[in-house]
């Protein structure tokens, strides 16, 4: 059994706290397989409780929470380090070393149909805690614009949208009321079926690509030309990021299609595009990073953020660039945020 071991002085649970450690439990089963976490302070209230339990729940991630008593040879939990241990012998430290303009540029809104509980205010204070320097919200261009059955259901047309569904204002409202240092607000545009890119009038920002769907009834191969197709859509709109790179394959249950990569760097890096590394619901393929650094390209870093746990969740992007050998280089490899004239 893999347990791991939490002490904190008592936690502030109406702060940011919360939030925090229930990242820690998120990261301990994801990436360390743990299946107990022992904290050295008693029950959570109620509401955080359920507030843990519903997240873990979604993730379908089965871990046991013991409270017990004080560990006075843990190290302890505090940002922005968040350290605690791993079958009492390793420590794992979630803060990650300090990288100069560190931008997380996927962060969803209260907006958005997956949100679980997203708060722009709060988002941004985890993310600096965090260590993470700038935040930019990209809300999904398509949920904007139709319901979430259609939305979800892959039926949404750009050409066929519904004015009375039309939530654009509300993002520019939003905008408006939460604007904070540090923060941006841009879009996650999506593609139709028809190849058309879902804009939102008026925004200027940050824009992220998303190929969220793929059509049904194609061929393995059919849909490796419908993904090139909408990716040139993408690219022809002038966007900056291409989010979560083939991970449509990956949640459609289909093998990553290993011989798109080579083309897929090629044109990302002739438009200028930065590959996003990103773990929501996904894992970035190592070697297809490497063919966009080698073609001279950039990467970002997004935590595609839906809860506040995930806001500044950057240790696994890290991790990740560790394995690839590229950590110490991510001052010159990275996209970095700059000043977006939102008006």
């Not at 935590?303 to 890290?318: I, K, M």
Request: hydrophobic share 40%; net charge negative.
């Amino acid at each position: 059994m893999n347990y791991a071991e939490i002490n904190a002085d008592c936690p502030k649970y109406e702060s940011l706290e919360s939030f925090l450690m229930l990242r820690a439990i998120h990261y301990a089963v994801e990436f360390h397989k743990v299946n107990e976490i022992r904290f050295s302070f008693a029950e959570p209230s109620v509401e955080v409780a359920e507030m843990w339990r519903e997240s873990l729940n979604r993730k379908k991630r089965e871990v046991k929470l013991i409270y017990q008593a004080a560990m006075p040879n843990v190290v302890k939990f505090a940002a922005p380090d968040c350290r605690f241990m791993i079958n009492g012998v390793r420590h794992v430290q979630l803060g990650i070393p300090e990288i100069p303009d560190l931008t997380d540029f996927h962060l969803h809104t209260s907006l958005a149909y997956c949100s679980e509980n997203m708060d722009v205010k709060k988002a941004v204070g985890l993310a600096h805690i965090s260590g993470v320097k700038h935040v930019n919200f990209a809300e999904h261009s398509g949920q904007l614009y139709c319901s979430a059955d259609t939305y979800w259901n892959n039926r949404f047309r750009w050409q066929n949208r519904q004015t009375d569904e039309d939530l654009t204002a509300n993002y520019h409202e939003l905008i408006k009321a939460e604007a904070l240092t540090d923060c941006m607000f841009g879009t996650e545009l999506d593609v139709d079926a028809d190849n058309v890119v879902s804009v939102i009038p008026g925004l200027n920002g940050f824009r992220l690509g998303a190929i969220h769907f793929l059509e049904n009834n194609l061929s393995f191969e059919d849909k490796k030309r419908d993904f090139m197709c909408r990716l040139d859509a993408l690219l022809d709109s002038g966007i900056d990021i291409l989010a979560h790179p083939f991970r449509v394959f990956l949640k459609g249950g289909m093998p990553i299609p290993e011989d798109l990569f080579e083309p897929v760097a090629e044109k990302i890096v002739r438009a200028g595009v930065a590959a996003e590394i990103n773990f929501h619901s996904n894992h970035p393929q190592p070697e297809f990073v490497k063919l966009v650094l080698k073609k001279g390209g950039r990467i970002s870093f997004g935590t595609d953020s839906h809860h506040l746990y995930e806001a500044g969740y950057l240790t696994p992007h890290y991790e990740f660039c560790k394995m690839l050998d590229i950590a110490g280089k991510l001052d010159s490899l990275l996209l970095h945020a700059n000043i977006v004239d939102m008006e």
